[in-house]
């Protein structure tokens, strides 16, 4: 597929795709770059995360302007019927620039609508691997890192997995982490929303937990024995647990909500963008599954445990307090124990959070860039798995 070498600097309007909490954090330091710049980022709303407190509440805290559109994400099928619904809009306003982020299925849907009308694309937090071709997120990286024209790098090592799997240099930007920038934004209300939280915690030190991986919550006796583990902290320490919505729905089905409740664990519901980060300042130590949190929680400084096999998000375990524990809720203790027995002095923030690389893209995409001739149509076994058939695109 012949692609033409119609950049950034055509006349039609840049336009974002997003639909869940880590795409509107990540979107809110762009649109903002734009506007300092004297240009409008326009965005969709896929509505993939429903909660409020996910979606339209997180889109308030984060003071983006109102989406041009708002869809609704199909619970079958979603990622090729989202990805007509974001062509259809796509085709009516003809942009110069389709923006994604991160790695959910509103990113690949997006990339996918983009991909067909040829428009150009650019991707920010490109590049990162977790090597877990299992894991949906992971297919949506390399489907969108192969489709997009221009690819923003959060970390240094994501470089070396694209060139590893053949993105030419030219197609790659190193400028830094968006969620760096979306932290410095508002600190200050962040550092308020904590306040809160350390007097209204009952006066001692806590632990903040959240899941909702498939491989985490989806199997029973797995989620059993991370409910039992968070139940045994909740005996030493208060556990905060802001639960998912589909983490919710698999432990009620379970009958386990009563349970954690009764061994003293505070579970709630989703927590909106400042104060969820206001709990996590104030906490003793974070355990998660969430790709995001793993950063959140570096750039404050807070101690976090990955109940996960793998982190794409490399920096945080080099640079912050991030231990791996892997996905057996037995090794838990251990990888507490370790992440404890750090120092958070001693704890790094790279020249890439700086919080001013949002700045750096909206730069690139002013000066405009010239796309590549040809792209690698999207490896079809990821596609398949992905659930949309090769021949749609």
């Known amino acids: 597929m012949t692609r033409r070498r119609r950049g950034a600097e055509g006349r039609g309007p840049w336009i974002a795709v997003a639909g869940t909490r880590p795409n509107y954090v990540k979107l809110a330091p762009l649109v903002r770059a734009a506007k300092a710049a004297g240009r409008k980022l326009q965005w969709i709303d896929t509505g993939q995360h429903?909660?409020?407190?996910?979606?339209?509440?997180?889109?308030?805290?984060?003071?983006?302007?109102?989406?041009?559109?708002?869809?609704?994400?199909?619970?079958?099928?979603?990622?090729?019927?989202l990805a007509e619904r974001i062509g259809a809009e796509l085709e009516a306003r003809r942009p110069s620039l389709v923006v994604v982020?991160?790695?959910?299925?509103?990113?690949?849907?997006?990339?996918?609508?983009?991909?067909?009308?040829?428009?150009?694309?650019?991707?920010?937090?490109?590049?990162?691997?977790?090597?877990?071709?299992?894991?949906?997120?992971?297919?949506n990286r390399v489907l969108v890192d192969h489709m997009s024209d221009r690819l923003y790098l959060s970390e240094p090592m994501a470089e070396e997995n694209l060139r590893r799997e053949g993105v030419a240099r030219a197609r790659i930007r190193k400028p830094g982490n968006v969620m760096a920038d979306a932290l410095h934004l508002f600190r200050p209300q962040i550092d308020r929303a904590a306040e809160r939280w350390r007097k209204r915690t009952w006066g001692a030190p806590y632990v903040v937990a959240t899941l909702h991986r498939q491989a985490n919550v989806d199997d029973p006796r797995r989620l059993s024995a991370y409910a039992e583990r968070l139940a045994a902290y909740a005996g030493g320490m208060p556990v905060v647990f802001p639960v998912h919505p589909r983490t919710r729905k698999r432990l009620a089905a379970l009958?386990?909500?009563?349970?954690?409740?009764?061994?003293?664990v505070r579970v709630g519901p989703p927590r909106p963008y400042l104060d969820f980060l206001g709990l996590v300042s104030g906490s003793a130590f974070v355990i998660t599954d969430s790709g995001g949190l793993q950063v959140e929680a570096a750039l404050l400084g807070v101690p976090c445990v990955t109940a996960r096999r793998r982190t794409e998000h490399q920096l945080t375990v080099a640079y912050g307090g991030n231990v791996v524990a892997g996905t057996d809720p037995r090794r838990l203790s251990g990888a507490v124990n370790r992440v404890l027995a750090r120092n958070p002095a001693d704890f790094r923030r790279?020249?890439?959070?700086?919080?001013?690389?949002?700045?750096?893209?909206?730069?690139?995409?002013?000066?405009?860039?010239?796309?590549?001739?040809?792209?690698p149509s999207p490896d079809s076994r990821l596609l398949r798995a992905a659930g949309v058939p090769p021949d749609a695109i």
Not at 53 to 76: G, I
Not at 121 to 133: D, I, K, N, P, Y
Not at 255 to 264: I, Q, S, V
Request: cysteine-free.
């Open 50 to 81: 429903t909660a409020r407190a996910l979606s339209r509440d997180m889109a308030a805290d984060l003071k983006l302007p109102a989406p041009v559109v708002r869809l609704r994400a199909p619970r079958t099928q979603r990622v090729p019927r």
């Open 101 to 139: 982020v991160g790695d959910v299925d509103s990113t690949l849907a997006a990339a996918l609508a983009a991909y067909r009308l040829d428009l150009p694309l650019a991707h920010v937090e490109a590049g990162l691997r977790s090597f877990e071709r299992d894991m949906p997120e992971e297919r």
């Open 255 to 264: 009958g386990l909500l009563p349970a954690l409740k009764r061994d003293g």
């Open 350 to 375: 790279p020249r890439a959070w700086d919080g001013r690389a949002a700045e750096r893209i909206v730069a690139d995409w002013v000066r405009g860039f010239a796309r590549p001739r040809r792209l």
